[in-house]
């Protein structure tokens, strides 16, 4: 039912975890600007603003549950960093598949964010339906957590994306924006080797948000909303590319930066490209159209330029 209006009842409840990252803000920011009572949580960063829960305490998040009752819960927390989960396994395990598991056991609707990781990335690009191959810790942990979400509430939503940028609160919050120290490093006469290999759809976390708004309204109206669904940015990037159009986005010079075409060397392996088949989403109608890659990081990078007038104006 393609389009078919919603109206969010007055004390319908959104639950987020991971409220203090990257994403989490976003969907916090999008469920409220939208007239859902939002209750975020987050760990080191929480207090003041959102309640603190260790998600690998499975009584906490069960006090927390009963306590609040939400109508929908977004699983945002997760370590997502594949280099840091292969020298802490057992914590990052905790996190991405056992406190998934608990969470869904108790979920009236449950939105389960996972990655373009769960594939190998050798014959992209995928559909909800293909077979994952994840070929790191990470992905395999994200996988792991897609199934405990699935066996525990049959009706819920999977929802996997590719790397993610926004209004970040660092540059290194995201691997995205991080490429924006590269690009700074032009005024410093120094060269900066990029990876020009990997390929990648560098994906707005605005977008998902109102992605997981779209899920959540039809969800709990049509049963059929359940299952896997891929959502990503449309521009496939390296992070050479990446970086040049910083630059260009900025009018800063670009010939520092150096395409590096052998696979960079790290603790982690990466698929090649995992490029999303988004066709589900968009035969439903819950989709967005994303905005162009130059367009969206220049406004997510306004904060971090030199003319530091602009960071009153975007975190509001």
């Known amino acids: 039912m393609p389009g078919f209006p919603f109206a969010n009842p007055e004390g319908v409840k959104v639950l987020v975890t991971g409220a203090t990252g990257l994403l989490g803000r976003a969907v916090c920011k999008e469920f409220q600007n939208n007239g859902w009572n939002v209750i975020g949580t987050g760990y080191r960063r929480a207090q003041p603003r ?15 549950l009963h306590e609040h009752k939400p109508d929908v819960i977004v699983h945002c927390a997760a370590e997502r960093r594949p280099d840091v989960m292969e020298r802490h ?37 995928y559909g909800e339906d293909d077979c994952p191959n994840p070929v790191n810790l990470y992905g395999r942990s994200k996988l792991e957590g897609e199934r ?46 990029l990876d020009h290999c990997l390929q990648r759809f560098p994906t707005d976390a605005r977008d998902v948000a109102t992605v997981c708004r779209k899920l959540a309204e039809r969800g709990r109206q049509d049963p059929s909303i359940r299952g896997i669904f891929h959502f990503s940015g449309k521009e496939q990037m390296t992070k050479y590319e990446m970086a040049v159009a910083m630059a260009q986005a900025f009018n800063l010079p670009s010939n520092h930066l150096v395409p590096l075409t052998e696979q960079p060397a790290a603790a982690a392996a990466r698929p090649i490209n995992s490029q999303l088949n988004c066709s589900r989403l968009e035969l439903l109608n819950l989709s967005v159209e994303p905005q162009p890659f130059s367009t969206a990081i220049a406004d997510c990078l306004w904060p971090f330029t030199a003319d530091k007038r602009w960071r009153q104006t975007v975190f509001h």
């Open 50 to 64: 959102f309640l603190r829960c260790d998600m690998t305490d499975e009584d906490a998040v069960k006090r927390l």
């Open 89 to 125: 396994t057992e914590a990052a395990v905790h996190l991405n598949v056992h406190a998934t598991g608990t969470l869904a056991k108790e979920a009236a609707f449950f939105i389960y964010i996972s990655t373009d990781y769960v594939f190998d990335g050798r014959s992209p690009p």
């Open 148 to 193: 405990e979400s699935l066996r525990h509430c049959p009706g819920a939503v999977i929802l996997r994306v590719p790397v993610l940028f926004g209004e970040v609160e660092s540059v290194a919050e995201s691997a995205v924006t991080a490429l924006w120290l590269k690009v700074e490093e032009a005024a410093e006469d120094h060269c900066s080797a």
